[in-house]
């Protein structure tokens, strides 16, 4: 039966595709890719050569109506992000909203999320978590941070590089410099790194240490 299939790709190494993944990629007829550019050199690896079109933030609300047509007419799509599973700080969450009020079936497999293994390795308190992904840049920044200040559980946020000291530097003030925290990055990759420590540990490093690669912030909740 026709249905949507949401599948998570490798945050960095490809030998974390699954092979389930791989044969649900090989059998959809259509291949949803945030970036055509990106996902190709994945698909060519794998030898999947399916239909392939573009699904990102700026043309998703405009194609759902297409994809859910397309899948009421029997045809079996796959939703890919860049990196990752789609939905999570990645588009995704319109299409599937869609095809669930379609009553059209929804599959996501399991697989790669950048922050599971961030929160895992960080050593802090993980039975318990709160996942706020990017903060806003500038409206509702300061409030979001506001927020969070009473929030015991540990929190977990995507940051850029080039934002990383900014962001650390705002957590000491609205946390407390001794707030312990750990900064991952480059995950799944060659050169995969965990620092940890207070937040006046992190920025002294990071501002020592210039930050590449993408990153997972993971800071302690109130009391931890």
Not at 161 to 183: C, M, N
Not at 193 to 215: K, M, Q, Y
């Given at each position: 039966?026709?249905?949507?299939?949401v599948v998570?790709?490798?945050?960095?190494?490809?030998?974390?595709m699954t092979?389930?993944?791989?044969?649900v990629?090989?059998?959809?007829?259509?291949?949803?890719?945030?970036?055509?550019?990106t996902s190709?050199i994945?698909?060519?690896?794998?030898?999947?050569?399916?239909a392939m079109q573009?699904?990102?933030?700026?043309n998703?609300?405009?194609?759902?109506?297409?994809v859910?047509?397309?899948?009421?007419?029997?045809e079996?799509v796959a939703?890919?992000?860049d990196?990752?599973t789609?939905?999570?700080?990645?588009?995704?969450f319109?299409?599937?909203?869609?095809?669930?009020?379609?009553?059209i079936?929804?599959?996501?497999l399991?697989?790669?999320?950048?922050?599971v293994?961030a929160?895992?390795?960080?050593g802090?308190?993980?039975?318990r978590?709160?996942?706020?992904g990017?903060?806003?840049?500038?409206?509702?920044?300061?409030?979001?941070l506001k927020?969070?200040?009473?929030e015991?559980r540990?929190?977990?946020?995507?940051e850029s590089?080039h934002r990383l000291?900014?962001?650390l530097?705002?957590?000491?003030?609205?946390?407390?410099?001794?707030?312990?925290?750990s900064?991952s990055?480059e995950?799944?990759k060659l050169?995969?790194?965990t620092?940890?420590?207070?937040?006046?540990?992190?920025?002294?490093?990071?501002t020592?240490?210039?930050?590449?690669?993408?990153?997972?912030?993971?800071?302690?909740g109130?009391?931890?």
């Amino acid at each position: 039966m026709a249905k949507l299939y949401v599948v998570p790709t490798p945050v960095g190494n490809l030998e974390d595709m699954t092979f389930r993944a791989i044969k649900v990629l090989k059998e959809a007829d259509l291949i949803l890719a945030e970036d055509t550019r990106t996902s190709g050199i994945l698909l060519k690896h794998f030898e999947i050569k399916n239909a392939m079109q573009s699904h990102h933030k700026f043309n998703e609300h405009k194609m759902v109506e297409s994809v859910v047509n397309r899948i009421k007419g029997g045809e079996t799509v796959a939703l890919i992000s860049d990196a990752g599973t789609p939905g999570i700080s990645d588009p995704g969450f319109l299409v599937v909203r869609e095809c669930i009020k379609n009553d059209i079936e929804v599959q996501c497999l399991p697989g790669a999320t950048a922050f599971v293994p961030a929160v895992v390795s960080s050593g802090l308190p993980n039975e318990r978590f709160c996942f706020e992904g990017f903060l806003p840049q500038k409206k509702g920044r300061m409030t979001r941070l506001k927020s969070l200040q009473s929030e015991t559980r540990t929190m977990i946020f995507y940051e850029s590089p080039h934002r990383l000291l900014k962001t650390l530097t705002q957590f000491g003030e609205y946390f407390g410099i001794e707030r312990k925290a750990s900064v991952s990055r480059e995950i799944s990759k060659l050169h995969e790194e965990t620092v940890r420590g207070t937040l006046a540990e992190l920025i002294e490093h990071f501002t020592n240490v210039d930050p590449r690669g993408e990153i997972v912030i993971v800071l302690a909740g109130l009391d931890d």
